[in-house]
Protein backbone atom coordinates (compact mmCIF):
# COMPACT_ATOMS: atom_id res chain seq x y z
CA UNK A 1 0.00 0.00 0.00
CA UNK A 2 1.45 3.63 -0.50
CA UNK A 3 2.00 5.31 2.50
CA UNK A 4 -0.29 8.19 1.87
CA UNK A 5 -3.47 5.25 1.31
CA UNK A 6 -5.85 6.95 3.49
CA UNK A 7 -5.88 4.44 6.69
CA UNK A 8 -8.60 1.87 6.34
CA UNK A 9 -10.28 2.16 9.72
CA UNK A 10 -12.30 5.16 9.74
CA UNK A 11 -10.69 8.20 11.31
CA UNK A 12 -11.53 9.19 14.78
CA UNK A 13 -13.27 12.77 14.88
CA UNK A 14 -11.20 15.57 16.07
CA UNK A 15 -12.76 16.01 18.77
CA UNK A 16 -12.15 13.03 20.51
CA UNK A 17 -7.86 13.83 19.97
CA UNK A 18 -5.92 13.71 23.27
CA UNK A 19 -5.64 17.91 24.47
CA UNK A 20 -6.36 20.76 26.04
CA UNK A 21 -9.93 22.21 26.14
CA UNK A 22 -9.40 25.56 27.49
CA UNK A 23 -12.26 28.25 27.98
CA UNK A 24 -15.08 28.60 26.38
CA UNK A 25 -15.51 31.09 23.58
CA UNK A 26 -11.66 31.72 23.89
CA UNK A 27 -9.81 28.58 24.43
CA UNK A 28 -6.82 28.46 25.68
CA UNK A 29 -5.54 31.72 23.78
CA UNK A 30 -4.37 32.95 27.46
CA UNK A 31 -2.56 30.29 28.63
CA UNK A 32 -1.05 29.74 25.32
CA UNK A 33 0.10 33.27 24.45
CA UNK A 34 1.45 33.76 27.91
CA UNK A 35 4.43 31.48 26.70
CA UNK A 36 3.85 29.47 23.67
CA UNK A 37 7.07 27.21 24.35
CA UNK A 38 6.01 25.81 27.88
CA UNK A 39 2.46 25.81 27.15
CA UNK A 40 3.45 23.10 23.89
CA UNK A 41 6.07 21.00 26.21
CA UNK A 42 2.79 20.49 28.77
CA UNK A 43 0.76 19.54 25.93
CA UNK A 44 3.16 16.97 24.84
CA UNK A 45 4.10 15.66 28.17
CA UNK A 46 0.40 15.44 29.10
CA UNK A 47 -1.14 14.56 26.08
CA UNK A 48 1.15 12.50 24.32
CA UNK A 49 2.93 12.98 20.47
CA UNK A 50 -0.52 14.43 19.29
CA UNK A 51 -2.60 16.72 20.44
CA UNK A 52 -5.14 19.57 20.37
CA UNK A 53 -5.55 22.61 21.42
CA UNK A 54 -8.77 25.25 21.41
CA UNK A 55 -7.69 28.69 20.01
CA UNK A 56 -10.72 30.70 19.97
CA UNK A 57 -13.44 28.61 18.19
CA UNK A 58 -10.74 26.99 15.93
CA UNK A 59 -8.92 23.57 16.72
CA UNK A 60 -5.23 23.67 16.48
CA UNK A 61 -2.77 20.47 16.81
CA UNK A 62 0.47 19.71 18.00
CA UNK A 63 2.29 16.91 15.75
CA UNK A 64 5.08 15.32 17.60
CA UNK A 65 4.90 12.17 15.51
CA UNK A 66 7.82 11.80 12.82
CA UNK A 67 6.09 9.74 10.07
CA UNK A 68 3.19 12.33 9.97
CA UNK A 69 5.35 15.59 10.39
CA UNK A 70 6.84 13.61 7.16
CA UNK A 71 3.41 13.35 5.58
CA UNK A 72 2.69 17.18 6.19
CA UNK A 73 5.92 18.21 4.60
CA UNK A 74 7.15 15.37 2.04
CA UNK A 75 4.67 13.08 1.54
CA UNK A 76 1.45 14.72 1.20
CA UNK A 77 2.69 18.46 1.28
CA UNK A 78 0.08 19.21 -1.73
CA UNK A 79 -2.80 18.58 1.32
CA UNK A 80 -1.37 21.60 3.59
CA UNK A 81 -0.99 24.76 2.74
CA UNK A 82 0.93 27.90 5.01
CA UNK A 83 -1.91 28.61 7.74
CA UNK A 84 -3.85 31.68 7.37
CA UNK A 85 -2.76 33.03 10.66
CA UNK A 86 0.36 33.47 9.07
CA UNK A 87 -0.35 35.27 6.52
CA UNK A 88 -2.08 37.95 8.55
CA UNK A 89 0.32 38.15 10.81
CA UNK A 90 3.07 38.37 8.01
CA UNK A 91 0.91 40.67 5.71
CA UNK A 92 2.49 44.00 6.27
CA UNK A 93 5.99 43.26 7.12
CA UNK A 94 7.07 40.26 4.04
CA UNK A 95 3.52 40.23 2.72
CA UNK A 96 3.36 37.58 0.06
CA UNK A 97 6.69 36.73 -0.40
CA UNK A 98 7.73 32.95 -0.52
CA UNK A 99 7.90 32.00 2.81
CA UNK A 100 3.95 33.04 3.67
CA UNK A 101 2.62 32.31 -0.17
CA UNK A 102 0.97 28.98 -1.45
CA UNK A 103 -0.19 27.86 -5.12
CA UNK A 104 0.81 28.87 -8.30
CA UNK A 105 2.22 32.48 -6.85
CA UNK A 106 4.81 30.56 -4.55
CA UNK A 107 5.57 28.15 -7.35
CA UNK A 108 6.46 30.89 -9.88
CA UNK A 109 8.71 32.58 -7.06
CA UNK A 110 10.53 29.62 -5.96
CA UNK A 111 10.97 28.81 -9.34
CA UNK A 112 12.73 32.06 -10.10
CA UNK A 113 14.70 32.24 -6.61
CA UNK A 114 16.48 28.42 -6.83
CA UNK A 115 19.09 29.58 -8.74
CA UNK A 116 20.75 31.65 -6.70
CA UNK A 117 20.69 28.60 -4.34
CA UNK A 118 22.41 25.91 -6.40
CA UNK A 119 26.18 24.57 -5.21
CA UNK A 120 28.16 26.48 -7.41
CA UNK A 121 26.34 29.36 -6.71
CA UNK A 122 26.60 28.85 -2.83
CA UNK A 123 30.26 28.27 -3.33
CA UNK A 124 31.00 31.60 -4.47
CA UNK A 125 29.79 33.23 -1.05
CA UNK A 126 32.25 31.60 1.57
CA UNK A 127 34.30 34.04 -0.07
CA UNK A 128 31.98 36.69 1.34
CA UNK A 129 31.29 34.79 4.64
CA UNK A 130 35.25 34.49 5.67
CA UNK A 131 35.90 38.05 4.36
CA UNK A 132 33.17 39.27 6.94
CA UNK A 133 33.80 37.18 9.86
CA UNK A 134 37.61 37.98 9.91
CA UNK A 135 36.49 41.95 9.46
CA UNK A 136 34.34 41.48 12.43
CA UNK A 137 36.89 39.23 14.62
CA UNK A 138 39.65 41.84 13.80
CA UNK A 139 37.43 44.52 15.73
CA UNK A 140 37.06 42.35 18.85
CA UNK A 141 38.96 43.58 22.24
CA UNK A 142 40.71 40.95 24.26
CA UNK A 143 38.92 40.81 27.88
CA UNK A 144 35.55 42.89 26.69
CA UNK A 145 31.75 41.50 27.18
CA UNK A 146 30.37 41.86 23.96
CA UNK A 147 26.59 40.64 23.16
CA UNK A 148 26.83 37.96 20.68
CA UNK A 149 23.53 37.89 19.21
CA UNK A 150 23.83 41.34 18.01
CA UNK A 151 27.13 40.73 16.45
CA UNK A 152 25.92 37.48 14.29
CA UNK A 153 22.89 39.10 13.47
CA UNK A 154 24.76 42.08 12.51
CA UNK A 155 26.93 40.09 10.51
CA UNK A 156 24.24 37.54 8.65
CA UNK A 157 22.59 40.97 7.47
CA UNK A 158 25.95 41.59 5.93
CA UNK A 159 26.54 38.39 4.24
CA UNK A 160 22.76 37.93 2.85
CA UNK A 161 22.89 41.72 1.17
CA UNK A 162 26.30 41.01 -0.10
CA UNK A 163 25.63 37.75 -0.94
CA UNK A 164 21.98 38.22 -3.04
CA UNK A 165 22.19 41.83 -3.23
CA UNK A 166 25.59 42.71 -4.12
CA UNK A 167 25.07 45.49 -1.24
CA UNK A 168 26.77 45.95 1.52
CA UNK A 169 24.46 47.33 4.24
CA UNK A 170 26.92 47.88 7.04
CA UNK A 171 26.29 51.14 7.90
CA UNK A 172 22.63 50.41 8.68
CA UNK A 173 22.93 46.97 10.02
CA UNK A 174 22.29 48.18 14.15
CA UNK A 175 18.91 49.96 12.95
CA UNK A 176 17.91 47.34 10.85
CA UNK A 177 18.49 45.34 14.06
CA UNK A 178 16.84 47.22 16.17
CA UNK A 179 13.54 47.40 14.01
CA UNK A 180 13.98 43.54 13.57
CA UNK A 181 13.22 43.14 17.15
CA UNK A 182 10.43 45.69 17.58
CA UNK A 183 8.82 44.04 14.89
CA UNK A 184 8.70 40.39 15.92
CA UNK A 185 7.90 41.19 19.59
CA UNK A 186 4.58 42.93 17.71
CA UNK A 187 3.91 40.23 15.16
CA UNK A 188 4.31 37.61 17.72
CA UNK A 189 1.94 39.69 19.95
CA UNK A 190 -0.16 39.57 17.01
CA UNK A 191 -0.25 35.48 16.63
CA UNK A 192 -1.14 35.41 20.49
CA UNK A 193 -4.06 38.01 19.78
CA UNK A 194 -4.79 37.40 16.04
CA UNK A 195 -7.27 40.73 15.26
CA UNK A 196 -6.35 42.58 12.14
CA UNK A 197 -5.06 46.09 12.73
CA UNK A 198 -4.97 48.36 10.24
CA UNK A 199 -1.51 50.18 9.30
CA UNK A 200 -3.46 53.58 10.35
CA UNK A 201 -4.47 52.43 13.64
CA UNK A 202 -2.92 55.16 16.15
CA UNK A 203 -1.87 52.70 19.17
CA UNK A 204 1.44 53.15 20.34
CA UNK A 205 2.53 49.80 19.88
CA UNK A 206 0.95 50.04 16.00
CA UNK A 207 2.74 53.07 15.46
CA UNK A 208 6.09 51.73 16.71
CA UNK A 209 5.68 48.49 14.74
CA UNK A 210 4.83 50.18 11.37
CA UNK A 211 8.30 53.21 12.02
CA UNK A 212 10.40 49.61 12.46
CA UNK A 213 8.76 48.13 9.21
CA UNK A 214 9.27 51.74 7.44
CA UNK A 215 13.45 51.54 8.62
CA UNK A 216 13.29 47.57 7.37
CA UNK A 217 11.84 48.58 4.05
CA UNK A 218 13.98 51.57 3.49
CA UNK A 219 17.02 49.83 3.64
CA UNK A 220 15.76 46.91 1.46
CA UNK A 221 14.22 49.09 -0.77
CA UNK A 222 17.20 51.53 -1.27
CA UNK A 223 19.27 48.55 -2.58
CA UNK A 224 16.19 47.41 -4.65
CA UNK A 225 15.81 50.76 -6.26
CA UNK A 226 19.28 51.17 -6.58
CA UNK A 227 19.72 48.52 -9.24
CA UNK A 228 16.49 49.34 -10.69
CA UNK A 229 17.84 52.31 -11.54
CA UNK A 230 20.77 51.18 -12.78
CA UNK A 231 19.16 48.31 -14.81
CA UNK A 232 22.62 46.45 -14.61
CA UNK A 233 22.51 42.64 -14.69
CA UNK A 234 25.03 41.57 -11.73
CA UNK A 235 24.26 37.87 -11.50
CA UNK A 236 22.54 38.22 -8.29
CA UNK A 237 19.59 37.30 -7.12
CA UNK A 238 18.22 40.94 -7.08
CA UNK A 239 19.28 41.07 -10.68
CA UNK A 240 17.52 37.49 -11.00
CA UNK A 241 14.50 39.49 -9.50
CA UNK A 242 14.46 42.57 -11.32
CA UNK A 243 15.00 41.15 -14.61
CA UNK A 244 12.46 38.27 -14.36
CA UNK A 245 9.62 37.99 -17.06
CA UNK A 246 6.63 35.54 -16.83
CA UNK A 247 5.38 33.67 -20.09
CA UNK A 248 3.57 37.09 -20.81
CA UNK A 249 6.97 39.60 -20.88
CA UNK A 250 5.62 40.89 -17.55
CA UNK A 251 8.07 41.57 -14.74
CA UNK A 252 7.71 41.28 -11.31
CA UNK A 253 5.59 44.19 -9.99
CA UNK A 254 6.72 46.61 -7.21
CA UNK A 255 5.25 45.12 -4.76
CA UNK A 256 6.20 41.76 -5.51
CA UNK A 257 9.57 42.39 -5.86
CA UNK A 258 9.38 44.60 -2.22
CA UNK A 259 7.93 41.40 -0.47
CA UNK A 260 10.75 39.26 -1.96
CA UNK A 261 13.41 41.18 -1.20
CA UNK A 262 11.91 41.45 2.61
CA UNK A 263 11.62 38.18 2.69
CA UNK A 264 15.27 36.91 2.01
CA UNK A 265 16.77 39.86 3.97
CA UNK A 266 14.11 38.59 6.98
CA UNK A 267 14.44 35.10 6.45
CA UNK A 268 18.30 34.86 4.83
CA UNK A 269 19.63 36.55 8.79
CA UNK A 270 17.82 36.19 11.63
CA UNK A 271 17.37 31.83 11.72
CA UNK A 272 20.98 32.19 11.19
CA UNK A 273 21.97 34.65 13.97
CA UNK A 274 19.82 33.34 16.71
CA UNK A 275 21.62 29.54 15.63
CA UNK A 276 25.32 30.54 16.08
CA UNK A 277 24.26 32.18 19.00
CA UNK A 278 22.85 29.10 20.67
CA UNK A 279 25.58 27.18 19.15
CA UNK A 280 28.66 29.46 20.96
CA UNK A 281 26.45 29.64 24.06
CA UNK A 282 26.51 25.17 24.44
CA UNK A 283 30.11 25.51 23.17
CA UNK A 284 30.77 27.68 26.01
CA UNK A 285 29.07 24.99 28.38
CA UNK A 286 30.87 22.20 26.45
CA UNK A 287 34.78 22.19 26.78
CA UNK A 288 35.71 18.71 25.13
CA UNK A 289 33.06 19.25 22.08
CA UNK A 290 35.16 22.80 22.26
CA UNK A 291 38.47 20.73 22.20
CA UNK A 292 37.88 18.31 19.82
CA UNK A 293 36.16 21.09 17.20
CA UNK A 294 39.65 23.32 17.38
CA UNK A 295 41.82 20.19 16.80
CA UNK A 296 39.65 19.67 13.87
CA UNK A 297 39.98 23.39 12.55
CA UNK A 298 43.69 23.42 13.75
CA UNK A 299 44.58 20.04 11.67
CA UNK A 300 42.63 20.83 8.36
CA UNK A 301 43.03 24.56 8.23
CA UNK A 302 46.67 25.51 9.49
CA UNK A 303 45.61 28.60 10.79
CA UNK A 304 44.29 29.93 6.98
CA UNK A 305 40.91 31.07 6.55
CA UNK A 306 38.49 27.96 5.00
CA UNK A 307 37.62 28.19 1.62
CA UNK A 308 34.61 25.84 0.03
CA UNK A 309 37.21 23.05 -0.74
CA UNK A 310 37.90 22.99 3.09
CA UNK A 311 33.80 22.46 4.44
CA UNK A 312 33.57 18.63 3.43
CA UNK A 313 36.49 18.55 6.03
CA UNK A 314 35.42 20.27 9.08
CA UNK A 315 32.73 17.48 9.62
CA UNK A 316 32.99 17.67 13.97
CA UNK A 317 32.14 21.22 13.72
CA UNK A 318 29.13 20.82 11.24
CA UNK A 319 27.89 17.86 14.08
CA UNK A 320 28.60 20.41 16.28
CA UNK A 321 26.32 22.77 14.70
CA UNK A 322 23.35 20.46 13.86
CA UNK A 323 23.49 18.91 17.66
CA UNK A 324 23.08 23.09 18.46
CA UNK A 325 19.86 23.14 16.56
CA UNK A 326 18.54 19.82 17.72
CA UNK A 327 18.61 21.38 21.13
CA UNK A 328 18.07 24.96 20.41
CA UNK A 329 16.71 25.29 16.85
CA UNK A 330 16.00 29.01 15.98
CA UNK A 331 12.39 28.40 14.20
CA UNK A 332 11.35 26.30 16.73
CA UNK A 333 7.98 26.02 15.57
CA UNK A 334 6.21 26.00 11.86
CA UNK A 335 2.56 25.43 11.22
CA UNK A 336 0.62 24.27 8.08
CA UNK A 337 -3.19 24.76 7.26
CA UNK A 338 -5.30 21.51 6.15
CA UNK A 339 -6.86 22.67 2.83
CA UNK A 340 -9.50 20.35 2.96
CA UNK A 341 -10.81 17.91 5.08
CA UNK A 342 -8.58 15.16 5.63
CA UNK A 343 -7.35 12.02 7.76
CA UNK A 344 -4.56 12.70 9.75
CA UNK A 345 -3.00 10.06 12.02
CA UNK A 346 -5.97 8.18 12.31
CA UNK A 347 -8.19 11.35 12.93
CA UNK A 348 -10.42 13.40 10.27
CA UNK A 349 -9.36 17.08 10.20
CA UNK A 350 -11.96 19.77 9.19
CA UNK A 351 -10.52 22.23 6.31
CA UNK A 352 -8.62 24.83 7.97
CA UNK A 353 -7.36 22.52 10.95
CA UNK A 354 -4.08 24.47 11.94
CA UNK A 355 -1.09 22.40 12.63
CA UNK A 356 2.37 23.05 14.78
CA UNK A 357 5.52 21.21 13.87
CA UNK A 358 8.23 21.62 16.39
CA UNK A 359 11.58 20.92 15.77
CA UNK A 360 12.51 22.05 19.60
CA UNK A 361 10.12 19.41 20.65
CA UNK A 362 10.77 16.67 18.23
CA UNK A 363 15.20 17.56 19.11
CA UNK A 364 14.21 16.80 22.89
CA UNK A 365 11.94 13.40 22.27
CA UNK A 366 13.46 10.52 24.40
CA UNK A 367 12.59 8.08 21.64
CA UNK A 368 15.19 9.23 19.31
CA UNK A 369 17.31 11.38 21.25
CA UNK A 370 18.43 9.26 24.34
CA UNK A 371 19.22 11.52 27.74
CA UNK A 372 17.75 14.61 25.12
CA UNK A 373 18.88 17.37 27.25
CA UNK A 374 22.87 15.89 26.80
CA UNK A 375 24.87 17.83 24.06
CA UNK A 376 26.49 15.72 22.29
CA UNK A 377 27.73 15.88 18.53
CA UNK A 378 28.44 12.70 18.20
CA UNK A 379 24.36 11.94 17.51
CA UNK A 380 25.45 13.19 14.32
CA UNK A 381 27.69 11.49 13.31
CA UNK A 382 26.68 10.32 9.32
CA UNK A 383 26.03 6.85 10.57
CA UNK A 384 24.05 8.20 13.49
CA UNK A 385 22.19 10.32 11.46
CA UNK A 386 20.95 7.53 9.16
CA UNK A 387 19.72 5.79 11.73
CA UNK A 388 17.07 9.18 13.07
CA UNK A 389 13.52 8.38 11.37
CA UNK A 390 12.49 10.27 9.00
CA UNK A 391 10.69 13.22 10.57
CA UNK A 392 12.31 13.27 13.82
CA UNK A 393 15.06 16.19 13.10
CA UNK A 394 13.42 19.04 11.16
CA UNK A 395 14.82 22.09 11.75
CA UNK A 396 14.90 23.61 8.32
CA UNK A 397 11.49 21.58 7.60
CA UNK A 398 11.44 18.58 4.70
CA UNK A 399 9.92 18.30 1.46
CA UNK A 400 9.42 21.21 -1.29
CA UNK A 401 8.89 23.53 1.18
CA UNK A 402 12.15 22.71 2.85
CA UNK A 403 14.27 26.23 3.62
CA UNK A 404 15.60 27.25 0.63
CA UNK A 405 18.96 28.58 2.49
CA UNK A 406 19.95 24.85 4.16
CA UNK A 407 22.88 24.86 2.33
CA UNK A 408 23.42 28.32 2.56
CA UNK A 409 23.53 28.40 6.23
CA UNK A 410 25.29 25.11 6.66
CA UNK A 411 28.30 26.63 5.00
CA UNK A 412 27.64 30.14 6.96
CA UNK A 413 27.44 28.14 10.05
CA UNK A 414 31.20 26.03 9.67
CA UNK A 415 33.07 29.11 8.29
CA UNK A 416 31.95 31.29 11.15
CA UNK A 417 32.31 28.74 13.78
CA UNK A 418 35.73 27.63 12.04
CA UNK A 419 36.99 31.22 12.05
CA UNK A 420 35.63 31.78 16.08
CA UNK A 421 37.29 28.49 17.12
CA UNK A 422 40.91 30.02 15.35
CA UNK A 423 40.95 32.44 17.39
CA UNK A 424 38.60 32.73 21.00
CA UNK A 425 37.59 29.88 22.87
CA UNK A 426 33.68 30.10 23.54
CA UNK A 427 33.46 31.41 27.43
CA UNK A 428 29.99 32.85 29.04
CA UNK A 429 30.01 34.93 31.96
CA UNK A 430 29.99 32.86 35.48
CA UNK A 431 26.83 31.29 36.65
CA UNK A 432 24.87 32.72 33.45
CA UNK A 433 21.85 30.95 32.44
CA UNK A 434 19.56 32.26 29.50
CA UNK A 435 15.71 32.72 29.44
CA UNK A 436 14.26 31.18 26.14
CA UNK A 437 12.46 33.89 24.30
CA UNK A 438 10.05 32.11 21.32
CA UNK A 439 9.19 34.32 19.12
CA UNK A 440 9.37 34.23 15.40
CA UNK A 441 12.73 32.62 16.43
CA UNK A 442 14.14 31.32 19.65
CA UNK A 443 16.96 33.59 21.21
CA UNK A 444 18.32 34.37 24.36
CA UNK A 445 16.76 36.86 26.36
CA UNK A 446 18.44 40.26 26.33
CA UNK A 447 21.05 38.34 23.80
CA UNK A 448 23.92 36.89 24.40
CA UNK A 449 26.86 37.87 26.97
CA UNK A 450 30.23 36.87 25.60
CA UNK A 451 33.17 37.27 27.36
CA UNK A 452 35.95 37.68 24.40
CA UNK A 453 38.91 34.87 25.67
CA UNK A 454 41.08 34.59 22.91
CA UNK A 455 42.44 30.63 22.39
CA UNK A 456 45.45 29.55 24.15
CA UNK A 457 48.06 29.59 20.80
CA UNK A 458 46.91 26.92 18.29
CA UNK A 459 49.69 24.66 17.41
CA UNK A 460 51.01 24.96 13.73
CA UNK A 461 49.77 22.27 11.73
CA UNK A 462 50.53 21.34 8.45
CA UNK A 463 46.82 22.02 6.77
CA UNK A 464 45.54 18.14 4.97
CA UNK A 465 44.87 18.57 1.78
CA UNK A 466 43.28 14.49 2.71
C1 LIG B 1 20.08 28.12 10.64
C2 LIG B 1 19.48 28.88 9.75
C3 LIG B 1 18.11 28.63 9.21
C4 LIG B 1 17.08 27.89 9.71
C5 LIG B 1 17.04 27.10 11.02
C6 LIG B 1 16.00 27.98 8.76
C7 LIG B 1 14.78 27.33 8.91
C8 LIG B 1 13.75 27.39 7.99
C9 LIG B 1 12.50 26.68 8.11
C10 LIG B 1 12.12 25.76 9.26
C11 LIG B 1 11.75 27.00 7.04
C12 LIG B 1 10.34 26.47 6.73
C13 LIG B 1 9.33 27.37 7.40
C14 LIG B 1 7.92 26.93 7.15
O1 LIG B 1 7.69 25.92 6.53
O2 LIG B 1 7.02 27.66 7.59
C15 LIG B 1 12.51 27.92 6.21
C16 LIG B 1 12.07 28.47 5.02
C17 LIG B 1 12.81 29.32 4.25
N1 LIG B 1 14.09 29.75 4.49
FE1 LIG B 1 15.26 29.21 6.05
N2 LIG B 1 16.37 28.79 7.72
C18 LIG B 1 17.66 29.20 7.94
C19 LIG B 1 18.42 30.00 7.11
C20 LIG B 1 18.01 30.53 5.91
C21 LIG B 1 18.84 31.33 5.03
C22 LIG B 1 20.31 31.66 5.28
C23 LIG B 1 18.05 31.69 3.96
C24 LIG B 1 18.41 32.52 2.74
C25 LIG B 1 19.57 33.00 2.45
C26 LIG B 1 16.73 31.11 4.17
C27 LIG B 1 15.66 31.26 3.32
C28 LIG B 1 14.47 30.60 3.47
C29 LIG B 1 13.37 30.72 2.52
C30 LIG B 1 13.36 31.56 1.24
C31 LIG B 1 12.33 29.90 3.00
C32 LIG B 1 10.97 29.66 2.35
C33 LIG B 1 11.03 28.39 1.50
C34 LIG B 1 9.70 28.08 0.84
O3 LIG B 1 8.67 28.08 1.50
O4 LIG B 1 9.73 27.79 -0.36
N3 LIG B 1 16.76 30.41 5.37
N4 LIG B 1 13.73 28.14 6.82
Redesign the pocket.
Known amino acids: MSETAPSPVKPRPLSSMPGEKGLPLIGDIVRFGKDQRTYIERLRRDHGPVARLRFGPTDWVVVCEPELVHEITVSRWGEFH?PAVNRQVFEQFLGYG??SSDGDH?KRM?KL?MPAFHRQRIDAYAAVMSEYTGQMLDSWQTGATRDFQDDMTELTLRI?AKT?FDADVQADAKSFGEAMKVVQRVLVAHINFPVPVPRWWPGPVNRRKQKAIANIERIVMGVVEDRRRTGEDRGDLLSTLVHARDEAGKGMSDRELRDEAM??FF???E??AN?LTWCWYLLGKNPEAVARAKEEVDRVLGGRAPTTADLDKLVYVEQVFKES?RLL???WV??RETANDLELGGYLLPKGTALFIS?YLLGRDERFFADPLRFDPDRFTKENERKLPRGAYV???AGP??????Q??MM??RIVLAMLLQRFTPTNPAGYEPEIVCELSMHPKGGLPTIVAPREKAQPVEASNA
Request: proline content about 8%.
Open positions: KVVWHMVMTLAGHTTALPSVYMPPFSRVCMGKFAEA
